[in-house]
């Protein structure tokens, strides 16, 4: 069926939104087959965000382990600091394409936002950015770097302050400017064509870690390893893979304080089916399908679904989803930034956690990639505050 | 018949056009919400909605959140809520409508809710983030249940009002403005070829809702439909008060008001 994967997926919005998600899905389906629109993103990706990103081989990482070869997708090398941008050109070329003068997002670690405010500045549109009031605190770096790139940055004060409310007031936003706005939305969640058209603008992260491996190690990797919010550097890496069956898929969920404390992120830990954002989706919620507050230290993981297609993948078993604890995500922060120099995104070091313990369990001629999503200057401040130093 | 369309069949006949009030289910307290649903009826309301509180309500503005809010915090759950029914089905006899987000029902069980909604004595669910493409998995076991789904149209619709009206029964929910609920000083859309257009595609009585607040503007679009729906503006009120009774008080002179704002109708 259209639009779902499986039984995940859809579309559950208020009317005055559908003629405008039918028209996206149009625009975005022409899109894609229009040499000249692919042309201009490719363009993009390579001149303005520096595409191929390096895969690199972590050889300290790596060694120090004593197992699995590990390398890193270098994500965090991209022109904002992460992944983000692959999907904001993408969908801002598209916006342009359908002659919408005003953008709109919603972020959570700031990431996303930032992109969005680069994009909107670089071709010249309005732009507004919806954010939680809690991850404003955590991310004021990120906050202000939206404002120099001249977008407006607006405080969501509803439910728990963070990624899920400023999605809230985002999709409430566009509702209410549907006709002038176009809402680019930050990973493959929400109501169709979103989660698909937000693979297709991250697939290049897995279509060129596939050819990078290919050339370095004349074969596919055994493991991928990606971390896993709403899922869209995840979905990105994974996708060009997914009929390989013998690369493993490992999405890292956020397991926060534990998942038996209740203070997590891990969808997959203690979540079941249900709708949020206009997908149905596995949602961590109570028994009357009202959402639950989730926590972790990485405010992009800080989210209570999960892509409807990582859902699928989840259920007919093709990829395998863990955690990872906000205290195995420091320590591979503090990891990787003192022996391979890479200062790695809170988000992204919950992926290399997941790597640090799967390598030593695994032969040393076994592969894993690690997609890493973004850089982690945004995260010194809480990392600093974390280990009790005043900067 | 149907309660909903047995009050439509009434208004008609007596050249009369639908008050719809609502009223958010636990908001200040289960008890106030079944006496509300009274002072309401005797006020004058002919339906009324009974909002399930949801903790992400995507189509709801500052006001009906922060009652929902409200609500969730008084700990009210949907055996409750079916309780409120069920005492305001005792004491009342005007027709009740659900408002509810899909993933309530779904967590809940469709079908255990239909079950029990049907036995609390709702008359109709309406589902904001239900466009036409999901209601197949609810559709069927609602008619079976006697309950009727309400379809809302968009001023955005447009050719897709043919396909949310066909079959449709009870009322139409027609939304005035693009938006969340709320209330508003002036609703911008040309009322007048946005209801003729739906009036192309139906008979069924289409009341118009968000952000309507006061008599004045029931005044100024009572003429293009045949219903009004008042949210927010009666969450206002009621917001205003902390003791019960001067609540319930205000409450029923308010949608008096409203009331009055409906009279005098040319047919």
Known sequence: MKGRFGKFGGQYVPETLMNALIELEDEFENAMKDEEFLKTYRYYLKEYSGRPTPLYYAENLTQTLGGAKIYLKREDLNHTGAHKINNVLGQILLAKRMGKKRVIAETGAGQHGVATATGAAKFGMECEIFMGEEDIRRQSLNVFKMKLLGAKVTPVKTGTQTLKDAVNEAIRNWVSNVDTTFYIMGSVVGPHPYPTMVRDFQRVIGDEARSQILEKEGRLPDYIVACVGGGSNSMGIFYPFIEDKDVQLIGVEAGGMGIESGKHAATFYGGSTGVLHGMMTYILQDEEGQILPVYSISAGLDYPGVGPEHAYLKESGRAKYVYATDKAALDAFMTLSKIEGIIPALESAHAVAHAMKLAPTLDKDKIIIVNLSGRGDKDVDIVSKFMGVKL | ?267
């Open chain 2, 1 to 267: 018949m149907n309660s909903i369309n047995e009050k439509f069949s009434y208004l008609k006949t007596n050249r009369q056009k639908a008050l719809i009030t609502f009223i958010t289910a636990g908001d200040p307290d289960a008890g106030t919400t079944v006496k509300a649903i009274k002072s309401m009826e005797k006020a004058g309301a002919d339906i009324i909605e009974i909002g399930i509180p949801y903790s992400d309500p995507l189509a709801d503005g500052p006001t009906i959140q922060a009652s929902s809010t409200r609500a969730l915090k008084m700990g009210i759950k949907i055996p409750d809520i079916m309780d409120i029914v069920k005492k305001a089905r005792k004491i009342s006899e005007v027709p009740l409508v659900f408002l509810v987000y899909y993933n309530s029902i779904f967590k809940y069980g469709i079908e255990k809710f239909l079950e029990e909604s049907s036995k609390a004595g709702i008359d109709g669910i309406i589902i904001p983030d239900l466009p036409i493409e999901e209601r197949a998995g609810i559709s069927d076991l609602m008619s079976k249940k006697g309950i009727i789904l309400i379809p809302l149209v968009a001023p955005t619709s447009r050719e897709r009002i043919r396909a949310i009206v066909e079959n449709a029964d009870g009322f139409v929910y027609c939304v005035s403005v693009n938006g969340v609920t709320g209330t508003r000083e002036k609703i911008g859309t040309d009322l007048k070829s946005y209801m003729n257009t739906i009036a192309q595609f139906t008979d069924v009585p289409r009341a118009l809702g968000f952000g309507i607040s006061s008599a004045a503007m029931i005044r100024e679009v009572k003429d293009y439909c045949d219903g009004v729906i008042v949210g927010s503006a009666i969450i206002n009120v009621m917001s205003q008060f902390e003791d019960k009774d001067e609540m319930l008080e205000n409450l029923k002179k308010f949608v008096s008001e409203l009331k009055d704002g409906l009279s005098e109708v040319k047919i």
